[in-house]
């Protein structure tokens, strides 16, 4: 099984910027498709970034042009650098992984929550404006 834990989050202004981390252990992090999610207060999870096993971003509509998802395999951590940040982008962020054979799986659904089996805790990013 995957244990992720997040890191990076905190408080800025608007326009200001944020860099996520997640470490991932337990399983072979090449293999790993791997996205983040938010969740604001009263609000439903939604998929904000993924990246496959060969590293071939997905983003959401809200985010492009202002995120970056990218995975660095010497330390096991998809990043999410995050810029141009709004009050709308505060909530809680989680990094999901599944395991995959073909790096094609992780295209398929790749924002979608249920596609994925392990979830870290979070980390709360607040944009004040």
């Known amino acids: 099984q995957v244990q992720l834990a997040e890191s990076g989050g905190g408080s800025v202004q608007a326009g200001g910027s944020l860099r996520l981390s997640c470490l991932a252990s337990g399983y072979g992090f090449s293999t790993l498709c791997m996205a983040w999610f938010r969740q604001a207060p009263g609000k439903e999870r939604e998929g904000v970034a993924a990246?496959?096993?060969?590293?071939?971003?997905t983003y959401a509509d809200f985010v492009k042009g202002r995120f970056t998802i990218s995975r660095d395999s010497s330390k096991r951590t998809p990043t999410l650098q995050m810029s141009s940040l709004k009050p709308e982008d505060t909530a809680r962020y989680y990094c999901?992984?599944?395991?995959?054979?073909?790096?094609?799986?992780?295209?398929?659904?790749?924002?979608?929550?249920?596609?994925?089996?392990?979830w870290g805790q979070g980390t709360q990013v607040t944009v004040s404006s």
């Open positions: 990246i496959s096993s060969d590293g071939t971003p």
């Open positions: 999901a992984a599944e395991p995959s054979g073909f790096a094609s799986y992780c295209y398929v659904g790749a924002l979608r929550g249920g596609k994925y089996n392990s």
